[in-house]
């Protein structure tokens, strides 16, 4: 199936602890996201990446980074682990002009 | 700085009425503006996207319409049924470039049967 899927699901970790979350695209999409929904529902872009241009919004700690081992992974490692990080994280991908394409999302939980 | 808002956040009707959901967004210079659908404890559906060049799209059900210089999008939904309970979001898109999607804050939908 043509989508965007992450892993894991579900996610539950000590504070402190350092985790990644995987993504993979295969829509031969440009450009890949993450996205956090808070306890609020709102979606907020953390960061936005293409083979060329990491783009990063200016409110999200530098705990968080993006990696991208080829056009088709975004990958998202996330050091020393807070209570606040506890969120539902989305990957997406979208094409230049085309519509965005979004992962099922996986639900973190730091206790 | 672009601001979406969603009314009414939350909206409860008996199956079979048609609906109209509203989207408003503060800046008209949009590239464009597409609909997703969110059910509980899952992720983004997309329904429809509108380019900022047309009025409308339609799939199914499901109509979005477009007025780029009043900055309102709706969509409208006819003869809803209970699997169409869920939080509709819609978001508008700046440019070309990356992070220049902006959500609205939803609305849950509730289809009574």
């Known amino acids: 199936d043509t989508a965007v899927s992450q892993t894991p699901k579900y996610l539950v970790t000590q504070m402190g602890n350092d985790k990644s979350i995987k993504c993979e695209q295969n829509l031969g999409h440009d450009t890949m996201y993450w996205y956090k929904q808070d306890s609020k529902k709102f979606l907020k872009i953390m960061f936005s990446y293409n083979n060329k241009e990491l783009i990063i919004n200016e409110t999200v700690p530098n705990r968080f980074s993006p990696k991208s081992p080829d056009k088709a992974h975004l990958n998202l490692h996330i050091n020393s682990l807070e209570l606040g990080d506890s969120a539902v994280y989305f990957c997406?991908?979208?094409?230049?002009?085309?519509?965005?394409?979004f992962g099922s999302g996986t639900r973190l939980t730091v206790v | 700085k672009q601001e979406v808002t969603q009314i009414p956040a939350a909206l409860s009707v008996p199956e079979g009425e048609n609906l109209v959901l509203n989207c408003s967004f503060t800046d008209s210079a949009i590239y464009n503006l597409q609909w997703f659908r969110q059910d509980p404890g899952k992720g983004l559906t997309s329904l429809l996207l509108i380019q900022s060049s047309q009025r409308e799209q339609t799939s199914g059900r499901l109509n979005a319409s477009l007025d780029k210089s009043s900055g309102r999008s709706t969509l409208y939904i006819a003869a809803s049924q209970p699997g169409d309970s869920a939080t509709y979001l819609c978001?508008?898109?700046?440019?070309?470039?990356?992070?220049?999607?902006?959500f609205g804050t939803g609305t849950r939908l509730t289809v009574i049967p």
């Open positions: 978001a508008v898109r700046l440019g070309t470039g990356a992070n220049n999607l902006f």
């Open positions: 997406a991908s979208s094409q230049l002009q085309g519509s965005y394409t």
